[in-house]
């Protein structure tokens, strides 16, 4: 089993649409938990962080934890064509990332 | 330019020769990583550095590779006796240093062995 494990996708969702991404976990002590956006030929950039149980709300993003279920979401609400691109979990106790979910957003 | 700076971009090597990358982090970021990226995988982490210490290590990186980063500051990371299961995009990425902080990420380099 990965320690992050993340479905590789591609996910596509209409422009203005709600895009849902998942992410599960193995180490049932991690405390710190981060997604990145990663465009193609870019590095990736943080997005969010989410350390408690709960929503956690940054604009369009909606960072979901569930520690008991050991499951991270992020939800990008009005999803627009820029939001494509590959989003990454990451573990940060462990310094672990997913493998990513692609994002298409269709115009 | 106050980011993370990675140096070459680019580099192309044959089998069995050594290759050495530098990054610079942001100024006043005491941690500093470096990753190592496939194509369609994330990034699999290789080792930090707290200021000038090697705080942590994967179990999976070979005995042929060693990083350094003598003055706390650019680290250096190499690559002894390349194989083609090296050829990978190198990132390294900063932090200010306390745990779980954001990591900001260099442009990486791009290591083909042929």
Redesign the interface.
């Known amino acids: 089993q990965k320690e ?1 494990e ?1 479905n ?1 996708g591609p996910l596509s969702v209409p422009e203005g649409a709600i895009a849902s991404l998942n992410c599960t976990y193995s180490d049932r002590g991690s ?2 938990f ?1 997604w990145y956006r990663q465009y193609s030929g ?5 997005i969010m ?1 989410i ?1 408690s149980n709960g929503d956690k709300e940054d604009g369009r993003f909606t960072a979901q934890l569930n520690k008991a279920s050991q499951y991270v979401s992020l939800l990008i609400r009005d999803s627009q064509p820029s939001d494509s691109a590959t989003y ?1 979990c ?1 573990v ?9 979910t692609k994002l298409n957003v269709k115009p | 330019d106050t980011g993370v700076s990675q140096d070459p971009r680019h580099k192309i090597t044959k089998r069995g020769q050594n290759v050495t990358f530098r990054c610079d982090p942001i100024s006043e970021h005491n941690r500093l ?1 470096w ?1 190592r990226q496939t194509l ?6 290789l080792t ?1 550095f707290q200021n000038e210490a090697q705080l ?1 290590k994967s179990r999976l990186l070979s005995d042929r590779f060693s990083a350094e980063r003598p003055k706390g500051s650019f680290s250096t990371l190499e690559i002894q006796r390349t194989e083609q299961g090296d050829s990978a995009m190198y ?1 390294c990425a900063s932090s200010l240093g306390t ?2 902080e ?7 380099t791009q290591l083909s062995v042929l």
């Open positions: 992050v993340q590789s405390q710190s981060f870019k590095s990736p950039e943080l962080s350390y990454l990451a940060m106790d462990k310094f672990y990332f997913g493998s990513g | 990583y990753y369609g995988q994330g990034p699999e982490f930090y942590e990132l745990r779980n954001k990591l900001f990420f260099g442009s990486g």
